[in-house]
């Protein structure tokens, strides 16, 4: 379940993402470029045969969440950390530390989505970094929440 213990306290950072609609050929390029060569991604016919809604290609969840992460890429910078550097005195940024994900409903080709993003100053190191988390809310056309996830990363130590 991702982190939702967002400090009311602390400065929150918000955007939101332009849209994508996935394609049948994105969610082969994925499971192909990963090699995720299960049954529920490479034979029609198992998933055809599978009950319910999961009877259809769908996307699997690591390719929604980079996804999410590619939908808010072009503004994370100058929209929110361009921002927090200012006032919450961020170092060079260090890279990806952690993310937590719970998917809530299936994507289909077809399916629109877009991202939410919240971000906030989770916490300073011992060593003066900064920990950051940006939690993203994925939603479909319908506006339903199809995946959260919280993604942490890490900045060096501030000017």
Not at 4 to 20: D, I, M, N, T, W
Not at 52 to 74: D, E, K, Q
Not at 75 to 96: C, Q, T, V, W, Y
Not at 116 to 124: F, G, I, N, S, Y
């Amino acid at each position: 379940m991702p982190d939702k213990s967002k400090p009311e306290e602390k400065a929150v950072y918000r955007l939101s993402s332009h849209r994508r609609t996935i394609t049948e050929t994105d969610i082969v390029n994925f499971v192909n470029l990963t090699g995720l060569h299960e049954p529920p991604f490479i034979d029609m016919e198992f998933v055809g045969s599978l009950p319910g809604s999961h009877n259809r290609r769908f996307a699997p969840a690591p390719l929604l969440i980079s996804l999410g992460m590619g939908l808010v890429a072009t503004r994370l910078g100058p929209d929110i950390i361009g921002k927090m550097a200012a006032s919450e005195h961020l170092g060079a940024f260090h890279g990806m530390i952690g993310v937590e994900a719970a998917v809530r409903s299936p994507v289909y080709p077809g399916d629109t989505l877009f991202v939410e993003l919240e971000a906030w100053v989770d916490r300073k190191t011992s060593k003066g970094q900064t920990i950051v988390d940006l939690h993203h809310t994925m939603k479909n056309q319908e506006n339903e929440v199809v995946v959260l996830f919280t993604e942490k990363v890490i900045f060096e130590a501030g000017p």
